[in-house]
């Protein structure tokens, strides 16, 4: 591959990534449904034709995010403490303002979506975190390590896992509409303290 074959596939990863970084912080400040590929593009400050090029419609465009999603539950998973991992995924995901990094909860925009109703494309409903038993099968195994190391009092881990998942959705329920500074993060504690 010549150098100019791998600048090209640079250039287009990082306009790729751009664009949907701009979607995110969109689809985060206006909803999915309000936010429109034109939008997307404005903001980019690229043509519409352009961004057709990168996504074919938004919903791909929206699922482009199960990378960083996939990266935000590796790192978790890494963690040596599985207290400490679920702590940090209910921080991240719960975040009601965009913080100084410019970090915005990309799992949080996905699942809101389809908490809104804003995703009925048959195409992806498939790929509903709500329907996927994501408490029991993401959480569960990280409280049978935590129980298993002594940090959790003994029970199902796969039912505390679906029961933290939900209380993690009720709050964003909660504060849907008006995103704001919300104490539930330090309520995370008290709540995982009960398993």
Request: aromatic share 14%; net charge neutral.
């Amino acid at each position: 591959m010549s150098i100019s074959e791998k600048k090209k596939i640079e250039l287009e990863k990082q306009r790729r990534q751009q664009i949907s970084s701009v979607a995110l912080g969109l689809f985060y400040k206006n909803g999915y449904k309000n936010t429109s590929m034109v939008d997307i593009a404005k903001a980019a400050n690229i043509s519409k034709g352009l961004i057709y090029h990168y996504f074919k419609n938004k919903a791909e465009l929206l699922f482009s995010y199960q990378d960083k999603l996939d990266e935000c539950l590796n790192e978790i998973n890494e963690f040596g403490s599985a207290k400490e991992a679920i702590y940090e995924f209910g921080r991240r995901f719960l975040l009601r303002e965009v913080d100084e990094t410019g970090y915005i909860p990309p799992l949080q925009v996905y699942v809101i979506v389809f908490v809104k109703g804003e995703m009925d494309d048959p195409d992806y409903m498939d790929r509903n975190p709500l329907y996927q038993d994501f408490g029991q099968n993401y959480f569960g195994p990280l409280f049978e390590k935590g129980i298993e190391a002594g940090e959790f009092k003994q029970g199902d881990p796969k039912l505390y896992g679906d029961i933290y998942w939900h209380y993690l959705l009720g709050n964003v329920l909660e504060t849907l509409d008006a995103r704001r500074s919300s104490k539930k993060t330090q309520d995370l504690k008290k709540v995982i303290s009960m398993f």
